[in-house]
């Protein structure tokens, strides 16, 4: 039987002969049929071979925050057993794993600022499950400080004594009230001679610092200072939209923030939108330079209310770029709410003033002091409410707005404490949040530090408790 081929099981031919080129093409074919049905396979007997690859299908994930808005670069893994698929969403939100085991797939979504979740999805053999995820945004205790409205400092040489209100919020933006002196520690603060701002003691026209410690180790005092009635107010919204924010705020932190003040808008109350930037080195991307300001005030209670707001909000994330003209655009926005003609006789007014930097167009320090005591001179009974995020704001311009203007210093050392922040000033524009007034004394090194000097600058380090941890308040205070 010269043309024979002989299969044993899922072994070796045992026996080939071929007599023409015909016959040896159907050997052949035979031998891969055989090798096939026995799972392919390398070096011949009982299990040998690789097992054949299983069954596969792909996962579309689509991820967005809580109001809807695309989550770009979030980090997806899809895992079915002890194999795995991974990739980041697009600008869309968007991301198509491909070859992904057949089963239940446990779905693991993280991106920083945000909490991460997992979840699952079916993976079907040869078809595409399409999975929508939507991630919080993560959250953390913050604060901010405001002058003091008790008793004014007290310079004896080298020492001084005085008091500054601080606000502590917790991750919900609910005020924390259960602190004591303890709680609160005034750092010590080591003049930087690599910077030309001083970082201690300010004089004016000076360069001049002085490092100073407490005398203390926490402080002397803290009282709770209740908020009062809540108040209605009109308050404009000024978002720095310059190219920096794309590096210090990549998700956007600050314009979700923004819809948090708006939808807590009370009955009464009025918001306005605004944005700003200015070509230098880059184009600025907003639509009217150095100032956008998208009318008109909207309220919660109308049908014109603040919400309409949120497309606007939306829009911004793709609109960064320039340099930070913050005075040259406080002080348009500042006429603008000032005169208009639309809102209640008699009503508070402010400007919530957003920045991750400091003002790029003004000079240096000497020329932007006096340029921010023009804009603070001219704000009209304007309160100013500032708020930094990232340590390359400029402190002392910041809480220099706020304190002479009878406004708060709001500042957030990373994103995750922005949305409390904002939801916090709503309460601080009508005056009803409650409030720490702390006592510190302090020592200079310098026997002279207090002469002629115009303010103190420090940190706060607070202890908010079990679950809000610990977190840095910025601040200024006045030298008598």
């Given at each position: 039987m010269g043309n024979r081929v002989s299969v044993e099981g899922c072994g070796r031919m045992s026996g080939l002969s071929v007599a023409s080129r015909s016959l040896r093409l159907i050997a052949l074919?035979?031998?891969?049929?055989?090798?096939?049905?026995?799972?392919?396979?390398?070096?011949?007997?009982?299990?040998?071979?690789?097992?054949?690859?299983p069954d596969t299908g792909s996962l579309r994930v689509t991820v967005t925050d809580t109001s809807g808005v695309s989550v770009n670069d979030a980090d997806v893994r899809a895992t079915v057993g002890s194999a795995s698929k991974s990739g980041s969403t697009d600008?869309?939100?968007?991301?198509?794993?491909?070859?992904?085991?057949?089963?239940?797939?446990?779905?693991?979504?993280?991106?920083?600022?945000?909490?991460?979740?997992?979840?699952?999805?079916?993976?079907?053999?040869?078809?595409?499950?399409?999975?929508?995820?939507?991630?919080?945004?993560?959250?953390?205790?913050?604060?901010?400080?405001?002058?003091?409205?008790?008793a004014g400092p007290v310079v004896v040489?080298?020492?001084?004594?005085?008091?500054?209100?601080?606000i502590v919020v917790d991750s919900d933006s609910q005020p924390i009230t259960n602190l004591t002196a303890a709680d609160f520690v005034l750092n010590a603060?080591?003049?930087?001679?690599?910077?030309?701002?001083a970082d201690c003691v300010i004089k004016q026209d000076i360069a001049f610092d002085s490092a100073y410690s407490s005398t203390t180790a926490t402080a002397q005092l803290a009282v709770v200072v209740p908020g009062g009635a809540a108040q209605p107010y009109a308050a404009g919204l000024l978002l720095d939209q310059s190219r920096s924010i794309s590096g210090s705020d990549p998700t956007g932190a600050r314009l979700f923030s923004a819809k948090?003040?708006?939808?807590?808008?009370?009955?009464?109350?009025?918001?306005?939108?605004?944005?700003?930037?200015?070509?230098?080195?880059?184009?600025?991307?907003?639509?009217?330079?150095?100032?956008t300001v998208y009318p008109p005030f909207r309220d919660a209670t109308t049908a014109d209310d603040?919400?309409?707001?949120?497309?606007?909000?939306?829009?911004?994330?793709?609109?960064?770029?320039g340099?930070?003209?913050?005075?040259?655009?406080?002080?348009?926005?500042?006429?603008?709410?000032?005169?208009?003609?639309?809102?209640?006789?008699?009503?508070?007014?402010?400007?919530?003033?957003?920045?991750?930097?400091e003002d790029t167009f003004c000079g240096g320090p000497n020329t932007c002091r006096t340029r921010r005591n023009?804009?603070?001179?001219?704000?009209?009974?304007?309160?100013?409410?500032?708020?930094?995020?990232?340590t390359a704001i400029d402190f002392e311009a910041m809480a220099d707005l706020a304190n002479k203007s009878g406004g708060a210093f709001l500042f957030a050392n990373s994103a995750e404490q922005l949305i409390p922040l904002y939801g916090t000033v709503g309460e601080l524009l009508s005056l009803s949040l409650p409030t720490y007034r702390l006592t510190f004394s302090v020592d200079a090194d310098d026997p002279n530090a207090f002469v002629n000097a115009i303010a103190l600058r420090g940190r706060v380090t607070v202890d908010a408790g079990t679950g809000s941890g610990t977190f840095e308040v910025p601040f200024i205070v006045g030298v008598p």
């Amino acid at each position: 039987m010269g043309n024979r081929v002989s299969v044993e099981g899922c072994g070796r031919m045992s026996g080939l002969s071929v007599a023409s080129r015909s016959l040896r093409l159907i050997a052949l074919a035979a031998l891969a049929a055989v090798v096939t049905a026995c799972g392919g396979g390398g070096g011949g007997g009982d299990g040998g071979g690789n097992p054949p690859p299983p069954d596969t299908g792909s996962l579309r994930v689509t991820v967005t925050d809580t109001s809807g808005v695309s989550v770009n670069d979030a980090d997806v893994r899809a895992t079915v057993g002890s194999a795995s698929k991974s990739g980041s969403t697009d600008a869309a939100g968007v991301v198509l794993l491909s070859g992904v085991n057949v089963g239940t797939a446990s779905v693991e979504v993280s991106r920083s600022t945000f909490v991460s979740q997992t979840v699952s999805a079916t993976i079907t053999a040869d078809q595409t499950t399409d999975l929508a995820v939507e991630l919080v945004r993560a959250t953390s205790a913050a604060g901010g400080s405001l002058t003091s409205r008790g008793a004014g400092p007290v310079v004896v040489g080298n020492n001084m004594t005085f008091e500054i209100e601080v606000i502590v919020v917790d991750s919900d933006s609910q005020p924390i009230t259960n602190l004591t002196a303890a709680d609160f520690v005034l750092n010590a603060c080591v003049e930087d001679t690599n910077t030309a701002r001083a970082d201690c003691v300010i004089k004016q026209d000076i360069a001049f610092d002085s490092a100073y410690s407490s005398t203390t180790a926490t402080a002397q005092l803290a009282v709770v200072v209740p908020g009062g009635a809540a108040q209605p107010y009109a308050a404009g919204l000024l978002l720095d939209q310059s190219r920096s924010i794309s590096g210090s705020d990549p998700t956007g932190a600050r314009l979700f923030s923004a819809k948090a003040f708006l939808d807590g808008l009370g009955g009464g109350d009025h918001a306005l939108l605004a944005a700003f930037a200015k070509d230098d080195t880059t184009a600025a991307e907003i639509p009217t330079q150095p100032l956008t300001v998208y009318p008109p005030f909207r309220d919660a209670t109308t049908a014109d209310d603040a919400p309409s707001y949120y497309d606007t909000l939306d829009s911004l994330a793709d609109l960064v770029g320039g340099g930070t003209p913050l005075y040259e655009s406080l002080d348009l926005l500042r006429d603008e709410v000032l005169n208009d003609a639309t809102l209640p006789a008699g009503i508070a007014k402010a400007i919530v003033l957003f920045t991750d930097g400091e003002d790029t167009f003004c000079g240096g320090p000497n020329t932007c002091r006096t340029r921010r005591n023009t804009s603070i001179q001219n704000a009209g009974g304007l309160r100013f409410f500032t708020i930094g995020l990232s340590t390359a704001i400029d402190f002392e311009a910041m809480a220099d707005l706020a304190n002479k203007s009878g406004g708060a210093f709001l500042f957030a050392n990373s994103a995750e404490q922005l949305i409390p922040l904002y939801g916090t000033v709503g309460e601080l524009l009508s005056l009803s949040l409650p409030t720490y007034r702390l006592t510190f004394s302090v020592d200079a090194d310098d026997p002279n530090a207090f002469v002629n000097a115009i303010a103190l600058r420090g940190r706060v380090t607070v202890d908010a408790g079990t679950g809000s941890g610990t977190f840095e308040v910025p601040f200024i205070v006045g030298v008598p």
